[in-house]
Nanobody
Framework: QVQLVESGGGLVQTGGSLRLSCEASEYIDNLNIMGWFRQAPGKQRDYVAY???????DYADSVKGRFTISRGSHRNSMYLQMNNLQPQDSGVYFC????????????????RGQGTQVTVSS
């Protein structure tokens, strides 16, 4: 079974940076879009950013200007560079990959990883 594996989470102080990575355990054909989501304890999942196979990107308003999503050198891999981190950015960050934007944003569609914890101390 294909898995997405995230890495790069950790504990940082306010204003610090982290770089998250996501890679599929094997090549998956027809994955046109990959994205990042985050979930804090007791809160709903939040959309963070996505990138298409053509390189188009989109960001949640809360992270614009601070986070940058990019494709990795391997197919089905990507990064999330997070700068000027704030305590409200804390949560489990997980990546998803899907055929369409609708699948990516859907709760039960597409492929997703287990997540990596990001904690920003004040």
């Amino acid at each position: 079974q294909v898995q997405l594996v995230e890495s790069g989470g950790g504990l940082v102080q306010t204003g610090g940076s982290l770089r998250l990575s996501c890679e599929a355990s094997e090549y998956i054909d027809n994955l046109n879009i990959m994205g990042w989501f985050r979930q804090a304890p007791g809160k709903q999942r939040d959309y963070v950013a996505y990138i298409t196979v053509g390189g188009s990107t989109d960001y949640a308003d809360s992270v614009k200007g601070r986070f940058t999503i990019s494709r990795g050198s391997h197919r089905n891999s990507m990064y999330l560079q997070m700068n000027n981190l704030q305590p409200q950015d804390s949560g489990v960050y997980f990546c998803k990959a899907a055929l369409t934007l609708g699948n990516l944003l859907g709760e039960r569609s597409g492929y997703r990883g287990q997540g990596t914890q990001v904690t920003v101390s004040s």
